[in-house]
């Protein structure tokens, strides 16, 4: 069964471009690790300066959890904040075109 993570933050103006930056070096360590049972996503909205993270997992453990690229960017992620990050649990109720 598929465990879904939705993560929401909102960073500084002044830190929104960094957090981009280090988001897509966790997205470049997991192109090299290539997990099957693991889906990211991370959306940009409007105004640039909120992130939404959707992590979908069939597996038991987090593969963003090994990853040097992700500790990283965890590291000061609390720094470039004005709004920490909210993680809540989610189910699917429907789905067109995106692994449910």
Same mark, same amino acid.
């Given at each position: 069964? *598929?465990? $879904?993570?939705? !993560?929401? =933050?909102?960073? &500084?103006?002044?830190?929104?471009?960094?957090?981009?930056?280090?988001?897509?070096?966790? =997205?470049?360590?997991?192109?090299?690790?290539?997990?099957?049972?693991?889906?990211? &996503?991370? =959306?940009? /909205? &409007? @105004? @640039?300066?909120?992130? !939404? $993270?959707?992590?979908? *997992?069939? @597996?038991?453990?987090?593969?963003?959890? *090994?990853?040097?690229?992700?500790?990283?960017?965890?590291?000061? /992620?609390?720094?470039?904040?004005?709004?920490?990050?909210?993680? &809540?649990?989610?189910? !699917?109720?429907? *789905?067109? @075109?995106?692994?449910?």
């Amino acid at each position: 069964m *598929s465990t $879904h993570t939705i !993560v929401r =933050y909102r960073t &500084t103006p002044e830190a929104a471009d960094e957090n981009a930056r280090l988001v897509a070096d966790v =997205y470049a360590a997991l192109a090299e690790l290539d997990p099957d049972d693991f889906r990211y &996503t991370t =959306y940009r /909205l &409007t @105004g @640039g300066v909120s992130f !939404v $993270h959707v992590a979908q *997992s069939d @597996g038991d453990t987090n593969p963003l959890q *090994s990853l040097p690229a992700f500790a990283e960017f965890q590291r000061d /992620l609390q720094a470039r904040c004005v709004e920490p990050p909210a993680p &809540t649990q989610a189910s !699917v109720v429907g *789905s067109y @075109g995106f692994a449910a």
